[in-house]
């Protein structure tokens, strides 16, 4: 996928949330992931299931960061995620997610 339908396909998804997601709206019952995932084909047989961590589905460990996002990510910000992604040197795999929630959780202000 080029970089500009990445981007597009990911800041549609984040834009269509930021715009329906308001606390009482019809929309705020909606849920949706996004996830984009960078594997090495000969890397997945051989550590089945699959994220090329040591261990079972149980016992796999995973480095995460999340964070509740209010706007949909920059142009920039999509860029990157794109570049680390496509990379050829980057790791053999990684993914990145967005999970679109909305309603009450967005009532809460900022800290």
Not at 24 to 53: D, F, K, S, V
Not at 92 to 106: E, I, K, M, R, S
Request: proline fraction near 7%; glycine fraction near 12%; charge should be positive.
């Amino acid at each position: 996928m080029t970089r500009r339908a990445f981007t597009t396909l990911l800041g549609d998804f984040g834009i269509w949330h930021e715009r329906n997601s308001a606390a009482g709206t019809p929309q705020a019952n909606l849920y949706a992931i996004m996830q984009a995932r960078r594997t090495m084909r000969w890397l997945h047989p051989i550590t089945w299931p699959g994220a090329g961590e040591a261990g079972d589905l149980i016992t796999r460990r995973y480095k995460i960061k999340d964070a509740y996002l209010r706007r949909s990510l920059s142009d920039s910000q999509l860029a990157t995620v794109h570049r680390h992604l496509t990379n050829p040197t980057g790791p053999p795999a990684g993914g990145f997610q967005l999970f679109g929630c909305g309603g009450q959780v967005n009532t809460v202000g900022p800290p």
